[in-house]
């Protein structure tokens, strides 16, 4: 599975961006499918996760009721939108795919190649 990031870019604080990861070669259907993000100086964290199966997702607190995660398996794309945008969510965002039993442990196995989202104050 080969993923391309993008949609990234520069926003003011209090905007949106849509994030979407692009599938070129495979299908993600059966994949767990995860957003990333790392900060400058920062160790990477995640911001989102999408089960396959059950089509349950996660957030962290520092993102929930602002990022939504959503799967399009006809189009084969996982999207991130991002609403109500700080400037502490300036980052580059990274798009996973993982075998389901793995990312339980939080093992992703193929990655994009990163979009830079900028935020503004």
């Known amino acids: 599975v080969q993923l391309q990031a993008s949609g990234g870019g520069l926003v003011q604080a209090g905007g949106s961006l849509r994030l979407s990861c692009t599938a070129s070669?495979?299908?993600?259907?059966?994949?767990?499918m995860g957003w990333f993000r790392q900060a400058p100086g920062k160790e990477r964290e995640i911001v989102a996760t999408?089960?396959?199966?059950?089509?349950?997702?996660y957030y962290p607190d520092s993102v929930k009721g602002r990022f939504t995660i959503s799967r399009d398996n006809a189009k084969n794309t996982v999207d991130l939108q991002m609403n109500s945008l700080k400037p502490e969510d300036t980052a580059v965002y990274y798009c996973?795919?993982?075998?389901?039993?793995?990312?339980?442990?939080?093992?992703?196995?193929?990655w994009g190649q990163g979009t830079q989202v900028t935020v503004s104050s």
């Open positions: 996973a795919a993982g075998i389901p039993h793995l990312t339980d442990s939080g093992e992703y196995d193929y």
């Open positions: 070669e495979g299908t993600l259907t059966y994949y767990n």
């Open positions: 999408h089960t396959w199966s059950s089509g349950s997702t």
